[in-house]
C-alpha cells in the first residue's frame, strides 16, 4: 500500500496559487487591490471590476475595461488608444515544473491583434505601466512597457460566447518568482464593443507525473492517444512504448 501510494503521489502534489480564495475571480471587493492584484491604467479604457458581463461561468465581479472608468460601463472608444495591465506575482516551488493558468472570457475586439486582451509573464522587474499608446499588432508583440516579458496568450475578435482558456506555462519558471500580466490594448480606429472581460483565474502548479501513450498511438492531443484517456499537460514526463506511433500535432514542452 505505501509503495503504490509513493507512485501515486507526485499526481496529488499541487500547489494553488491563484484561486477565488484569493482574488481570483475578483469578488473580495470592488478594487483590485482587494482582490491582491495590481493594476496600472493610462486615461484611455481602463481596467475597472463590475458586473456587467453575464453568462455562467460569469458570476459576480470580473475584470474589464471602461472607456468611462465606470464599471456601468463595459465598453471601449475605439479612437483612444491604450495598452493597460493588472498582474499579480507568483513563487512556484522548485521541482513543480507543470504550471497550469486557467481562466474564463468573453467579448470582442479587433482581428490581427489591434484591440485584444494579452497574457504575459515577466521577471519582477518589469513594472508594467498604462499608456495612452498603442503597442502595435500582431500574435506576440511585447508592448515597450513591459520589456522583457514573454507572451502566452491573446484573444481573437470574433469569439462568440464564454470562453475557458488552459494554458501550460514554462517548466523553466518553476523554483522563481514571476510576474504574471494581463493587458488590454486597444488602438484608433475600428473595433468591436464589448471589450474583453475576465473572470475566474485560477494558477495551480504541481510536481511532473508520468503519461504513457496507448499502444497503438494516434494524434498528440486526443484523450484517446493516452493510457487512462487524459492527454498530459505541459511539464509532465511522457512514456511511449515501443511500437506506438504519435503524430505531434501541438506545442508544449515535456
Not at 32 to 39: L, R, S, T
Not at 123 to 130: A, H, L, S
Not at 190 to 197: E, L, Q, S
Request: net charge negative; with cysteine; aromatic share 10%.
Amino acid at each position: 500500500m505505501l509503495a503504490f501510494m509513493a507512485l501515486l503521489s507526485p499526481a496529488f502534489a499541487q500547489t494553488i496559487h491563484i484561486d477565488a480564495a484569493n482574488g481570483g475571480n475578483f469578488d473580495l471587493g470592488a478594487t483590485f487591490g482587494d482582490n491582491n492584484w495590481n493594476m496600472s491604467s493610462g486615461a484611455n479604457n481602463p481596467w475597472v471590476i463590475g458586473t456587467l458581463p453575464a453568462g455562467a461561468p460569469f458570476a459576480g465581479n470580473s475584470a474589464y475595461p471602461s472607456q468611462t472608468n465606470n464599471p456601468a460601463d463595459w465598453t471601449f472608444n475605439t479612437a483612444t488608444p491604450c495598452v493597460n495591465y493588472f498582474w499579480r506575482d507568483v513563487t512556484v516551488p522548485a521541482g513543480e515544473v507543470v504550471i497550469t493558468l486557467t481562466f474564463n472570457w468573453q467579448g470582442q475586439g479587433e482581428n490581427t491583434g489591434w484591440d485584444a486582451l494579452q497574457v504575459f509573464t515577466a521577471p519582477t522587474t518589469v513594472n508594467p505601466v498604462g499608456q495612452t499608446t498603442h503597442p502595435g499588432s500582431g500574435a506576440a508583440v511585447v508592448p515597450p512597457s513591459i520589456a522583457g516579458a514573454t507572451h502566452i496568450f491573446q484573444t481573437t475578435q470574433g469569439t462568440v460566447g464564454v470562453q475557458t482558456a488552459t494554458l501550460s506555462l514554462p517548466p523553466s519558471l518553476a523554483g522563481t518568482t514571476f510576474r504574471l500580466i494581463f493587458s488590454w490594448k486597444s488602438d484608433t480606429s475600428f473595433g468591436t464593443n464589448p471589450p474583453v472581460a475576465v473572470d475566474n483565474i485560477g494558477l495551480v502548479s504541481a510536481l511532473p507525473s508520468v503519461y504513457t501513450a496507448s499502444a497503438l498511438g494516434g494524434l498528440w492531443n486526443s484523450p484517446d492517444s493516452w493510457v487512462g484517456g487524459v492527454v498530459p499537460p505541459g511539464g509532465n514526463d511522457v512514456v511511449i512504448p515501443a511500437g506506438s506511433t504519435m503524430v505531434v500535432n501541438q506545442s508544449i514542452s515535456y
